[in-house]
DNA sequence: GTGGTCTAGACCACG
DNA sequence: GTGGTCTAGACCACT
């Protein structure tokens, strides 16, 4: 379910947690379900359990997950609303990437193939 | 002419070596002409010498500026190819962004937004 | 493993560098070995820690080796490419100094002596 | 007859002793011909008269000038000496980079491409 | 004066 | 334990 990619210069954790929310975001795992606990999970990716704690932790804090203390870590309610936030955070930057690229020439047409379906064959 | 954000998570150094690197990219700082001493620097942003060199020496690396001992660094001449390569990042990391905004469903419009000239106001 | 020459002009990091890439596109260090840490292996050259780190940090840029956070450092994986690249390099070096031989009136038979086996010897 | 480079990164003292050495020995600058005065050169080359001091020395101590106080400076009589001197250390700065070329699989056909005529095409 | 290298010692983030 | 950043202060080469 989760891969550890070692030859990523990312911290362990991070990558953990991105691959989480990732898939809690598109629906992957819905709502209320529950997550390997912190020594199952640590077994399988042969990671120390405290690399795991930090990384469920963090997806606590964003409210991807919340820890039912005894019974296991489940995913959030509330994921439409934090599919909304991401999507508003990912416009933001774009917003800023395109600022950048105008201020460096960037055409309309350059602009509208980065965003087109084949956008990365067009650049 | 750079600032230095205390807050901001990312290293003295590489807040440096973006700004210098935007304001040659962008133009303000004309090919050829010469940025302030290593050591001027250092005590313009009251910041040890040695930050201000490791700047230096990354932006020599990136084919920005030229170092010339005993006589200083140099804004570097080729800055129009670098502008194109620089778009291409921007281009790339636009796709990336606009890749995952639609897995979490985001709609044409809202892309269009993200892009028009008042991108950030819109998300 | 690594030896310095305190007489060589050359800076101590570009030694360790050029050792370390050596060793690496020979394959005497396969890919994805790990490689001394940084503060053992200032000890074991009676070397600063610091130049040790902006060594590895220069082989990191080159794509010798990745490096990460609380694990280590680690010998690249595309060997394979950055020695048809290196391989490149020296082929217009050695074309550099041929044109350059040639000026001087260098004759063909020195030109094959030179890349001979025993090419030192015929020097 | 010396041009100077500002955006080469080698020190400006070099470049002038490089490029003596080179017309004395192809025999564009014929021996005992007469070189500018430390003076004349520095106002010619807009450059610390200094600079051409520490060139011309260093020229003298290679053997390929010499001064006669009061007089100038003059282009050493054993100009085929040092021409040999130098295709030596060609020769052996090829040998050295073969031996690298070989030990990073170099097939012989290469090795016979960078040193043919068209060298560099071949590359 | 300029840039470049090195040492010593500190602090932080990651596992 | 690991790598990464920063400071302070020194020395060298070049102009």
């Given at each position: 379910?989760?891969?550890?990619d070692y030859r990523d210069a990312r911290p362990i954790y991070e990558q953990v947690v991105d691959q989480v929310e990732s898939l809690a975001l598109r629906g992957?795992?819905?709502s209320g379900s529950?997550?390997?606990?912190?020594?199952q999970?640590?077994?399988?990716?042969s990671i120390n359990p405290n690399t795991i704690q930090r990384a469920y932790a963090e997806l606590e804090r964003r409210g991807v997950i919340y820890a039912a203390k005894g019974r296991g870590n489940f995913i959030s309610d509330d994921m439409a609303v934090l599919r909304t936030r991401r999507l508003e955070e990912i416009g933001s930057q774009i917003g800023a990437l395109v600022v950048q690229a105008r201020?460096?020439?960037?055409t309309e047409a350059q602009l509208q193939g980065w965003i087109s379906e084949k956008g990365e064959g067009m650049a």
């Open positions: 379910m989760i891969r550890i992957a795992l819905p529950q997550l390997p606990s912190v020594r999970l640590a077994v399988e990716l201020a460096l020439g960037a």
